[in-house]
């Protein structure tokens, strides 16, 4: 397995299989890719009959680390308030499966990965990927598990366009969508803060052309003002100004210099930091253009309800209210989308004035909401409490 130069040497705890050995996987852009490794977790046991699958979709930075200690950074499974035992995805209910997507930086093939034909790492010359290829290699790491239909596909922010993905391709493997603070499209603001990102890397001289791997070298200073500026988008101004305000770090007074004289600038510069040592440039650079060319009407001639016409899945959209990067209104256009075809949807717009960030954060409602609807789809499923 290769890893970042600064990951550990020790394979990664999980799960890792090579998929597309006998069927490649089609990419949107034209390029085939078989064999390749998909990397996972799964908690949970998978019944008898299979039917208590929970696929579990992950956001931008995150990972198949759902539920237990970051092998590299040692902090608790990204949504370890959602996922495990009397939760809202219960553990001991539910067989629960994230893989690290399409593109990505820990053990799925990515851009870090060797290309096989140069015994060196892709770097640059990894084609492009797109939220469709993600949902489709997710499909055949399905079908590897022998699991026919999802109980349920779940997932926040670009885990949501996943969801949407997923229901929109397979009608037939989903029976109830969770989209979380999602789009059915990425919209122009947001495809401006993912380029101002994708500047900083490339503008890093230790970028090297994506081939810094080569050079011994990581552009940590680009990646790093690229996860501040993609930070502040997932928080709102109520919740730094709660916990921020003007306060200064570590002083009294002013320094009339350019060091971190308030609080929320070395939180933000802590959060560069630190993300450059889970995280690869370059992977950052191929997921955010996988989130910029999502839009799901776009494939179905612009219309977003015939995406969805002929479904049989049962869906709950959830935004909440301080979440401008995917306002209430673009979860709304979904909703409206699924009312025009008749699906069964449910909508919960959510009080909260911890923006985008709010479905990883601890939010009562959300897990009140969650449950409800988990539960009500179980038995409506026939699965037992």
Known sequence: MQHLPSLPDAPLPGNRVQLGRDTKLKLDCGVELGPFPVAYCTYGALNEDRSNAVLVCHALTGDQYVAEEHPITGKPGWWELVVGPGKPLDTNRFFI???NVLGGC???LGPT?????TGMPYGLSFPVITIGDMVRAQAMLLDHLGIEQLFCVIGGSMGAMQVLEWASRYKDRVFA???IAGAARHTAQNIAFHEVGRQAIMADPDWHGGDYVSHGAIPRRGLGVARMTAHITYLSEAALHRKFGRS???RDMLSFGFDADFQVESYLRHQGSTFVDRFDANSYLYITRAMDYFDIAAEHGGSLPEAFEGTKSRFC????TSDWLFPTSENRAIVHALNA???NVSFVEIQSDQG???FLLDVPELDKVLAGFINGCAERRGLGR
């Open 356 to 358: 985008h960030d709010a």
């Open 177 to 179: 969508a969770i989209p």
């Open 97 to 99: 499966i994230c893989s």
């Open 341 to 343: 075809v008749a699906a």
């Open 106 to 108: 820990l053990g799925t």
């Open 317 to 320: 959209i959830i935004s909440f």
């Open 248 to 250: 200064l770090q570590d």
């Open 113 to 117: 990965e060797l290309n096989p034909e």
